[in-house]
């Protein structure tokens, strides 16, 4: 196995209790978890099935997986059999460990985006494999590659794939024999930009063949506690994760089960959170800009990809000064140590408190 890297967010520690000495108290736009209600819809249906002794499936209920099959088509425009949707206990898990579960073998490469969540890097180095961080897919040479994950709306950036790029990605994944993973926690959280799933007919032509979406609730529903995901696509690939995980017990508790069933065959809740975090985006945004930031992709998710110029540490050290703790750009890959990522997941209140104190 390859080392793994220190854990990153143990180094903003200092930075988080400056700003906690502010005197309006800290405003905390580093890690981005959810600060609103669970759904009223998902509570009673967590609490409803609360009495359950018996073991779960590793496979989910059928309710649970024609909700996420119905969800992807509402939402996404993306037609999938529920017998190739397979939930995981929250999707930091799958990404982290899917190389494994894949056979991933030592020696060859796993590929994703320069700029990147941390966790892509981590999960190769579980399988003994070669992280590689690129976002040049064409300028590889002939090095195997069995896994590329893509990242659309990304984290840390906001950025959207085009379709066209997503199509470019299939197409040479499909050549050389490689899965594409694509992480699309975010996709409902469309801004300025409205994101495409990989399973979408635009993208990849009808066929989930070599392809796997990776779908969380954690920020549409913000279930962050409850550990609540899915993978969904290719039925083969589908069928050997799920052959691994009933080996490994990686069982997702029957209550959340049916509390992710309930989420996502609502809507409205989902809308509603939409919207708050459109608002704080609005309130943000323009006052980081007044103070000097510029912001870069950032049409879609939950975090705003900033620069005034400066390394990320004295730009997280500005802030912090303000009581605002930030996300410094080299949490993400060396492409970002002139930015910070600043996430919209706190409160009104403090979000209003960041803004007057930019001004």
């Given amino acids: 196995m390859i080392g793994l890297p220190d854990f990153p967010w143990d180094r903003l520690a200092p930075y988080k209790e400056r700003a906690r000495e502010h005197p309006g108290g800290i405003v905390d736009l580093s890690v981005g978890t959810p600060v609103d209600p669970v759904p009223e819809v998902v509570r009673k249906a967590l609490a409803e099935s609360a009495d359950t002794p018996g073991y779960p499936l590793t496979y989910g209920t059928s309710r649970?997986?024609?909700?996420a099959a119905g969800w992807m088509r509402r939402r996404l425009g993306v037609t999938i059999d529920p017998a190739n949707v397979?939930?995981?206990?929250?999707?930091?898990?799958?990404?982290?460990?899917?190389?494994?579960?894949l056979g991933v073998r030592p020696g060859t490469r796993v590929v994703f985006p320069?700029?990147?969540?941390?966790?892509y890097d981590v999960g190769a180095r579980l399988a003994g494999a070669?992280?590689?961080?690129?976002?040049?897919?064409?300028?590889?040479?002939p090095e195997p590659v069995p896994l590329v994950w893509v990242n659309s709306p990304a984290n840390p950036t906001?950025?959207?794939?085009?379709?066209?790029?997503?199509r470019k990605v299939?197409?040479?994944?499909?050549?050389?024999?490689a899965i594409v993973a694509s992480d699309e926690c975010y996709i409902e959280l469309g801004f300025e930009e409205q994101p495409l799933s990989i399973l979408h007919p635009d993208v990849c032509g009808g066929s989930h063949e070599g392809l796997l979406a990776v779908h969380s609730l954690s920020k549409r529903s913000n279930l962050a506690g409850y550990r609540a995901a899915f993978v969904a696509g290719d039925p083969a690939l589908i069928r050997?994760?799920?052959?691994?995980?009933?080996?490994a017990g990686m069982m997702m508790p029957a209550p959340v089960q049916a509390a992710m069933t309930a989420a996502l065959e609502d809507d409205a809740h989902a809308e509603e959170q939409r919207a708050r975090y459109a608002a704080r985006r609005a309130a943000l945004r323009p006052a980081l800009t007044a103070a000097g930031w510029r912001i870069e992709h950032s049409t879609a998710g939950l975090y705003l990809w900033a620069t005034n110029g400066r390394d990320c540490w004295e730009q997280v050290s500005e802030l912090a000064a303000k009581g605002?703790?930030?996300?410094?750009?080299e949490f993400y890959g060396s492409a970002g140590r002139r930015y910070v990522r600043i996430a919209v997941t706190a409160t009104d209140e403090r979000i209003d408190a960041a803004v007057t104190r930019l001004q």
């Fill in 324 to 329: 605002i703790l930030v996300a410094p750009g």
């Fill in 240 to 247: 050997r994760l799920l052959e691994v995980r009933k080996h």
């Fill in 64 to 67: 649970l997986r024609e909700a």
């Fill in 170 to 177: 299939v197409s040479w994944a499909r050549e050389r024999g």
């Fill in 130 to 141: 070669e992280p590689y961080a690129t976002d040049g897919l064409l300028s590889l040479g």
């Fill in 86 to 101: 397979l939930p995981t206990i929250g999707s930091k898990e799958l990404v982290a460990w899917l190389p494994t579960l």
């Fill in 158 to 166: 906001g950025r959207v794939l085009p379709a066209e790029h997503l």
């Fill in 114 to 119: 320069e700029l990147a969540y941390p966790t």
